[in-house]
């Protein structure tokens, strides 16, 4: 099996699922614990928009989709801060309007002829230096993000009303942890795309649940959780031909029925 760890792509992708695996391990804990999913599903399936805008304007991929991401994130903020009964219907609204306009912006490319299911399910073994750089400052950013304030968006996790009450600004913490979430979801495109990128954000963090109480600990054990996935995920995706994102998703569905069959 390590006779396949002399191609640089298999690196690259291994270096990019560690990596990739320290960011949606942290921030997935976040959005689980805040319930806020469907918020981060939201911002995954609108920045389709950010791919179709860098496609039209010859631009980046991975300038277009942040831009686009973190775009959606400060709209979603703004607009469901205040507003949480009609959050379902902003965000169905954004959600789809973001694929849409994806969609068309693509349509409008001439001569672009680009099979786009990499960016929808995703394409470890085409990850490259620049991604992966990309992925590293992410982390880095979460990491000081989480450090730094980690009482903060502890209190704001389980308690927002007392969080409030003690003089900690609510709505910048709310905003903080879409900002996360966005970016881990520009970081996972690589890895298992926008469709099944938020199975690897809520995944571990089911399992990781059944086992502890402590955010830290959760945090953890899910980026480990997220690891061993995307390893094993890599590994079964490369010797039996199949897709990666996929294989990596497969692996944690079957990991979270596992882990619960034994919890009963």
């Known amino acids: 099996m390590l006779d396949i760890l002399q191609f640089t792509f298999i690196q690259n992708a291994l270096i990019s699922g560690i990596l990739v695996s320290i960011a949606v391990g942290i921030v997935g804990s976040l959005i689980v614990v805040n319930k ?54 902003l965000i169905g609204v954004i959600w789809a309007a973001g694929m849409a306009i994806g969609i068309i912006l693509v349509d409008m490319t ?3 002829n680009v099979d786009l299911m990499s960016y ?16 590293f400052v992410v ?15 502890l209190a704001v996790s389980y308690d927002s009303e007392f969080a409030s009450l003690r003089g900690i600004n609510v709505r910048f913490f709310y905003t903080l942890m879409l900002v996360l979430s966005a970016l881990s979801v520009v970081s996972a495109i690589s890895v298992v795309g926008l469709i099944l990128v938020i199975a690897l954000l809520t995944i571990p963090i089911f399992i990781s649940e059944s086992y502890f109480n402590k955010l830290s600990y959760i945090m953890i054990s ?24 996929a294989s990596i998703i497969i692996v944690a569905v079957l990991t979270l029925l596992i882990s619960k069959a034994i919890k009963r």
């Open 222 to 245: 899910s980026v480990l959780l997220a690891i061993v996935f995307t390893v094993i995920g890599l590994i079964l995706s490369y010797y039996y031909d199949l897709s990666s994102g």
């Open 36 to 89: 806020m999913t469907f918020l981060a599903g939201g911002i995954a399936h609108s920045s389709y928009g950010g791919i179709g805008l860098a496609i039209f304007l010859g631009l980046p991929i991975l300038l277009g989709t942040t831009a686009f991401a973190l775009l959606c994130a400060g709209l979603i903020a703004f607009l469901t801060i205040k507003k949480r009964e009609r959050i379902d219907a």
């Open 139 to 153: 982390d880095l950013f979460i990491l000081g993000s989480v450090v730094l304030f980690y009482k903060e968006l």
């Open 120 to 135: 929808l399910f995703g394409s470890i073994l085409a990850v490259s230096n620049t991604d992966i750089w990309f992925i």
């Open 110 to 112: 001439p001569g672009y």
